[in-house]
């Protein structure tokens, strides 16, 4: 099993600042990565696949880069509505894995 | 309009059974992959199973192997979770997912005596 490693844990930061969250895997997963945001309440929301293509109306302040075992998913500008949990997920192989999530907290 | 609609879940006594349905609507169903990955309480995302399009291969979390079953009706839209031997660790919200776009609302099931 791929096993994903998110850091940090929780990040603390100010609306209008660039958040800036990791993914790491325990083997190489090519590009077969995506990203999920999550708030209290509701469905997990598509936002990166393919490790940098964002899905349908994603906003462009959210990007995805990396391939192998490293992933960062940056939010440029937070803003309000973005204070959320975020989870990455790999994708290459038969069982899909999720990392442990990094919240983005208000400072 | 897509929608995956998720029903089934409840309360259920350890070492009982349940089994989830997710009606799918606005995609093609038969062209996805489907799958079922839960939440428990306060906790993160667990992907459970998924199945490919034509229901020929399944794949299962090491904890729910021998458990659970997956299985789908392309002909009815319609996806299914059959859930055996259920233990107190299995209480999650439980959600429906397509490729990787389309989510359910979740459903809730809750293993206590």
């Known amino acids: 099993e791929i096993v994903l490693t998110q850091s940090p844990g929780t990040l603390s930061l100010s609306p209008g600042e660039r958040a800036t969250l990791s993914c790491r895997a325990s083997q190489s997963v090519g590009s077969n990565v995506a990203w999920f945001q999550q708030t209290p309440g509701q469905a997990p929301r598509l936002l990166i696949y393919?490790?940098?293509s964002r899905a349908t109306g994603i906003p462009d302040r959210f990007s995805g880069s990396g391939s192998g075992t490293d992933f960062t998913l940056t939010i440029s500008r937070l803003e309000p509505e973005d204070f959320a949990v975020y989870y990455c997920l790999q994708y290459g192989t038969s069982l899909k894995t999720f990392g442990q999530g990094t919240k983005v907290d208000v400072k | 309009e897509v929608q995956l609609v998720e029903s089934g879940g409840g309360l259920v006594h350890p070492g009982g059974s349940l089994r989830l349905s997710c009606a799918a609507s606005?995609?093609?169903?038969?062209?996805?992959?489907m799958g079922w990955v839960r939440q428990a309480p306060g906790k993160g995302l667990e992907w459970v199973a998924n199945i490919k399009p034509d229901g020929s291969d399944e794949f299962y979390v090491d904890s729910v192997k021998g458990r659970f079953t997956i299985s789908r009706d392309n002909a009815r839209n319609s996806l299914y979770l059959q859930m055996n031997s259920l233990r107190g660790e299995d209480t999650a919200v439980y959600y429906c997912v397509g490729s990787l776009a389309y989510w359910g609302r979740g459903s809730l099931v809750t293993v206590s005596s």
């Open positions: 393919g490790a940098s």
């Open positions: 606005g995609f093609t169903f038969s062209t996805y992959w």
